[in-house]
């Protein structure tokens, strides 16, 4: 099994940045996808950004492109979400996810797939 804990999130005025971190741990032969998703109350939870096995190719909601980087550093097993620009609306509990299998792009996760706590998001104006 995986663990993944994400770290990094507080409060920040608008057009602040944060930089979210999600720490995988346990059992990793291989490298898989990796996403991260936010939500609101009442809301349907929202991909934000996602990244292949390797790093070298990402995509992005449109709400937050040219805004938000993803990244990944496979030595540490940790995935980071540089989030710049913030606006209020970027407030949500910021989740990460790693596929559990091997998989063609895009990366589809799912609820079979492992996830994180959350981290809380705050951008006020």
């Known amino acids: 099994q995986v663990q993944l804990v994400e770290s990094g999130g507080g409060s920040v005025q608008a057009g602040g940045s944060l930089r979210l971190s999600c720490a995988a741990s346990g059992y990793i032969y291989r490298a898989t996808c990796m996403a991260w998703f936010r939500q609101v109350p009442g809301k349907e939870r929202e991909g934000v950004a996602s990244?292949?096995?390797?790093?070298?190719?990402?995509d992005y909601a449109d709400s937050v492109g040219g805004r938000f980087t993803i990244s990944r550093d496979n030595a540490k097993n940790t995935l980071y979400l540089q989030m710049n620009s913030l606006k209020p609306e970027d407030t949500a509990m910021y989740y990460c996810?790693?596929?559990?299998?091997?998989?063609?792009?895009?990366?589809?996760?799912?609820?079979?797939?492992?996830w994180g706590r959350g981290t809380q998001v705050t951008v006020s104006s």
């Open positions: 990244i292949d096995a390797g790093g070298g190719t990402t």
């Open positions: 996810a790693a596929a559990k299998t091997r998989r063609n792009w895009p990366c589809r996760i799912g609820t079979d797939d492992y």
